[in-house]
Structures are given as C-alpha cells and as structure tokens.
C-alpha cells in the first residue's frame, strides 16, 4: 500500500471557533477523509471520547478553554494521549510553536495556511499515526491466537485494579489452563496443538469479548480472562461458559484421561479492589482456585473466596 493510500480514510476532528475556517479546512481534507468538528473545547473532548479520532486539528485561540487546556486535558486521559494533536493557528510566533509543541501537539500550522501543505501534513500524520498503532498492537499482542499477550494483561490488571477502587466495583478474574496438554501435542503434534490453542482462545473471545473484558494468553497453555465490574456470580456464568464452549469444540483428545475431547480448567476469583492489597493478590487467589479444580478432576471450575 502507497503512502497515499495508507493516509487516506483517517478520521479528522477539526476544533475551532469560527465556521469559516471549519468549512475551508472541511473542504481541503473532506474528500480523502471522515471529517468531525467541534466549535469549543469541551465539545472537543466529548468528540475525541465518543468517536476516537486519528487525528486532531486544533485552533489554539477560542472563548473559554482554549487549544492549549484541550491539548493537556487529551493528555491526561490515558485512551486519548495517543490522538495526534497538530495546532491550526494564526498565532506565528517561534514561542507560540514552542508552547503548542510543548503542550503535546505533534505539528503546527499557521493562518493562513497553504491547501498543499496541510494535506501533506496531515497525510504524514496519519501514517505515522497508523505505524504506531501497529506497532503497539504488535508489543500487546500473542502471535499464535491473536488475543493479548501477558504484557497486556500485566498493564490491564494493575489500570482496571485502580479504575474499580475508584469506581468501588468489583474485578474477577478467571485463570484457565488446557487440560492435559502436553499428552495432547505427544499425541497429535505441536502443529496440531498450535491449531487447538488457536481454537481455544477464539472460544473464550466468544465467551467474554465485551469491552472492557480482556482474554489473553498467560503462558504456554494458560490463558486468563480479565472482568472488570463483574461480580462472583457473574464471573462463574462465564467461567460455565467457557467450559461448555471448549466442551463444544468438540476436539478429539485421545490421550486425555479426563475426557473424550479437549477441556479446561478454570478458577475464577473475584474482588473489591481496596487500599490494602494489590492486583497480584487476586492472580494468585486465581492460581489457587485453579490448582483445586485442577486437583479435584480438571474440566471444571473453582472459585476462590477473597475479602476485599
Ligand atoms: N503446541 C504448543 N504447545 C505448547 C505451546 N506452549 C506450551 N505448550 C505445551 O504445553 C504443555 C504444557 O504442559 P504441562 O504444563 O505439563 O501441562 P498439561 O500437560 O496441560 O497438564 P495439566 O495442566 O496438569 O493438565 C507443554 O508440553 C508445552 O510444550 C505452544 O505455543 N504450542
């Protein structure tokens, strides 16, 4: 794919105060691009959340919280510090490019501006943009089943631990590991076990795949299913799940003393994150309740019992 077209189709949010410069901008970047715009500050923050722009065209100058307070308060929220901000400004001083670039903008544009240049701008921009997320997708990702990878899970058990203090709800977490697995690949292959954790993984997005509930692989054989804001009862309803859709996978395994196919054991723990304890404190209760299902016969779940 050509620089062009990696640029092209990118979501713009375009802030400032007055509609003239909104429809010039609209009409240099509309034709390649989705265009979103907002006329204040506080309009733009809703839009940034709601829609998630690629891109930001900022004015630095507007009644009320002006393009440097957008610019800090995109920053401060940690699913919107990525958004690429570039200042559309008639301000022309080296200190005001200073400050905007300072402020977090990745670019800086002054009125009036010059048709070329900003879509070159912005295409650039983009790319970038897009290059980035690929990368982080990659650093977050598991190569063989595609859900998150354990670094993932580290960075979302620590935010999530904080996020539901706050919010005082709880977590659970379900730790769930391949039955009898290595009897597997000795009987069918490791190409065949690869294929069978594929399966798996893609069982389990089925089972708990709503935002902001994470599946990803914990190690070799063992995954583990992150759910913020679901209590106990809730976090059992999916851990059954889980168990009837490897169940309903239905794959052949020869070797398995426990069944005919391929099953999962799971524990499920569940806690009120609060001042005293961390997030490490509920992975191993779900290490724990793991090992019991584990040690009571494999292909089903255990729960542990955790005070908050
Ligand atoms: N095919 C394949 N096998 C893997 C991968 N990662 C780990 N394994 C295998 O998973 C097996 C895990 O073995 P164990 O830890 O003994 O667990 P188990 O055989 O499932 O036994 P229990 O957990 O007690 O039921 C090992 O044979 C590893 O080689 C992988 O990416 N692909």
Redesign the pocket.
Known sequence: MSWTDQARNGRLLIVDDAMENIQILNHVLGEEHEVLFAMNGEKALELAREQRPDLILLDAVMPGMDGYEVCAALHAAAELRDIPIIFVTALTTPEDETRALESGAVDFITKPFNVAVVRARVRTHLTLKRQSDALRELTLTDP?TGVANRRSFNDAIENEWRRCGRSRSQLSLIMI???????Y?DAYG?QA??AC?KQVAHAMLHCAGRLPDLVARYG??EFVVLLPQVDQQGAETVAQRILEAVAGLAIPHRMSPVSDAVSV?LGVATVLPGEHGDAHQLVRAADQALYQA?AGG?NRYCVARLAG
């Open positions: 063989l590991d391949i039955d009898h697995f290595k009897l690949n490791h076990g690869d954790l070799g054989e054991s584990k494999r």
